[in-house]
């Protein structure tokens, strides 16, 4: 295997890794109660966790069913972009090798901010009646 093929070996498998995961959840309905376990969260503590819907909305848009995506975990369907653009990202810098292969730096008001969206996520989507509840 070449130095190429050696870089670009972490982005496929994770690319690979995300792909078969889709081709299990659109094999296997999430929205069958049970069908892949229960939710560890919600099973303790009775509260939709911020990735609560996670599935469904993968099953979901593997039908290419985007609202009904969007209606089962709203905060994943607006990071799929992000992830998919930053995994691209890493994908170039692997291919062009060198200096590009730095690891990206996330500043600490990004960390912060994310956090902060996924901690009034999860209180909103947890009010009763909420039309965010997964």
Do not use: Q, Y
């Amino acid at each position: 295997m070449g130095p190429r093929a050696r870089r670009l070996a972490s982005p496929l498998a994770v690319g690979a890794g995300a792909a078969l995961t889709a081709l299990a959840l659109r094999l296997r309905d999430p929205h069958v109660s049970g069908s892949w376990g229960l939710c560890p969260t919600k099973l303790l503590t009775s509260l939709d966790c911020p990735m609560c819907g996670a599935l469904r909305a993968v099953n979901d848009l593997t039908h290419l069913e985007v609202g009904a995506a969007l209606s089962s975990n709203l905060v994943l369907m607006l990071a799929i972009p992000v992830i998919l653009v930053l995994w691209l990202r890493r994908l170039r810098a692997c291919w062009r090798g060198g200096e590009a292969m730095r690891p990206l730096t996330v500043p600490t008001w990004a960390w912060v901010g994310g956090l902060v969206v996924l901690a009034v996520f999860t209180v909103v989507r947890n009010v009763p009646g909420s039309w965010l509840a997964a």
